[in-house]
């Protein structure tokens, strides 16, 4: 099973965030990310949001 990541440097944000997340499904990976979005950058849950986040998504791990 290949890990997937969304690291939050890649992202457009007035915050300067540094986070990066992985998880072992997408599904996995989206409720975390929009956890993340809501409760850091102050987003709306959304059905535009979760389509914008998933552009995000990387196979493996996040870099060094």
């Known amino acids: 099973m290949t890990r997937k ?3 939050c440097r890649e992202c457009p944000s007035d915050v300067k965030c540094s986070v990066a997340l992985c ?8 409720e975390a990310a929009v956890q993340h979005a809501v409760a850091v ?12 986040l998933k552009t ?9």
């Open 41 to 52: 950058h102050q987003h709306t849950d959304s059905p535009e949001l979760r389509s914008q």
């Open 56 to 64: 995000f998504f990387h196979d493996g791990t996040p870099p060094a």
């Open 5 to 7: 990541y969304i690291d």
């Open 23 to 30: 998880a072992d499904s997408d599904d996995e990976l989206m």
